[in-house]
């Protein structure tokens, strides 16, 4: 084993913290008026927002419940997903960017008021997001990073240090966005 690199499929700390219900195979045909294919995040959502509009909903999954994507995530609830704000102004323009960021801040809103709806305990906090590169090289990135989010009017700021002594020559950072123990939620 090679000690110096990651493994190449880490088991995700999320799985390790938390107990997952475990169902058996469905063995009979059940009817109901919604059928929800895959019991990630999305899924489960997709039908806990059914079932709350008086829809009988099933879901289903050929695996374990949140063991894909879901399972493996950073756990960040941001708007920041790297440098995307000056590309989808470049390619989509500023209206459709523009939304982009609404949607998002729409859904960690979503995320946020659920939590505190049904008090699930699960780590829920909010935290500033970076961007930020060691290279200076990269900086002119940031910099159009910067600049997208001044156009869009995203609240953002450009900083030269970052927060508990990580290492990097400038960032951009996003206020307000948050973290929690995904399988938790």
Known sequence: MNRTSMPQSPEPLWRKTATMPQFPPLTQ?????????GAGMAGIVTAYLLANEGYKTIMFDAGS????????TTAKITA???????????????????????ANETAASFIEQTILKHGIRCDFSR????LYTN?????????????????LGIPGEWIGSLPDGIPGKKAVK????AQFHPLSY
């Open 29 to 37: 045909d059940i009817e109901a008026d919604v059928a929800v294919a």
């Open 65 to 72: 419940i949140a063991n894909g994507t879901s399972g493996h």
């Open 80 to 102: 920041q997903h790297g440098l995307i704000y000056d590309e989808l102004i470049q390619h989509i323009g500023k209206e459709k960017a523009s939304l982009y960021y609404k």
């Open 127 to 130: 935290q500033d997001a970076f």
């Open 135 to 151: 290279s200076d090289a990269y900086i002119e990135k940031l910099e159009k990073e910067m600049q997208a989010y001044e156009t």
């Open 174 to 177: 996003m206020a307000g966005q």
